[in-house]
């Protein structure tokens, strides 16, 4: 009975596959805003995160049947947002910024002004850190850091090489740290 009320991810892409329009629709329901939050970390703006989420799912919907399952169908159109969101850095070139820890400034507890600011602060710090990487570094960053993809995932969706997704991530944490050091982030 349980199956029959949490329908997985996957199955509800199998009935898009098929044609299924409402599962396609719930499918968008589901991963909107973390798609959204993704392609505006890339890149920065907010009205440009929203059009390429958007273009994100009518790309995702046309190229349904492409999806061969090996994946989980999630990170499929995370794959599909990210290519999205660095060709859009491309084609008007310039630099990305992301906002990181925006779920940290939403507390689940009582709002403690001290404590939103040190997080408000500390968001900025870390915006300031991501818009210091090259595009390709900061989405590899993105992808594994804050979306628990796998090495060999990110490589396909970036079409690298998993040694050069390794190093541009390893490249970031090295930067990281030594930022984190400059701003005395780390005692």
Not at 22 to 46: C, E, H, P, W
Not at 110 to 117: I, N, Q
Not at 145 to 162: H, N, S, T, W
């Amino acid at each position: 009975m349980k199956e029959a009320v949490e329908v997985t991810m996957e199955s509800l892409a199998r009935e898009a596959v098929a044609g299924d329009r409402a599962a396609f629709s719930r499918i968008v329901r589901r991963l909107m805003n973390q798609v959204a939050a993704l392609t505006y970390r890339i890149t920065g703006d907010k009205d440009t995160a929203l059009d390429l989420a958007q273009d994100t799912f009518v790309s995702a919907w046309e190229n349904i049947r492409t999806w061969r399952g090996d994946a989980g169908f999630a990170n499929w159109v995370f794959r599909i947002a990210t290519n999205k969101a660095l060709n859009h850095l491309r084609s008007v070139s310039r630099h990305s910024t992301l906002d990181q820890l925006h779920a940290c400034e939403q507390e689940t507890s009582g709002p403690d002004p001290e404590r939103l600011l040190q997080r408000k602060e500390l968001s900025e710090q870390v915006r300031e850190f991501m818009a210091t990487l090259p595009p390709q570094q900061c989405a590899i960053f993105e992808l594994r850091f804050y979306k628990g993809m796998p090495f060999d995932e990110i490589a396909v969706a970036m079409e690298r090489a998993v040694g050069t997704v390794k190093t541009g991530y390893r490249e970031a944490v090295k930067k990281l740290r030594l930022y984190a050091e400059q701003k005395g982030w780390r005692q």
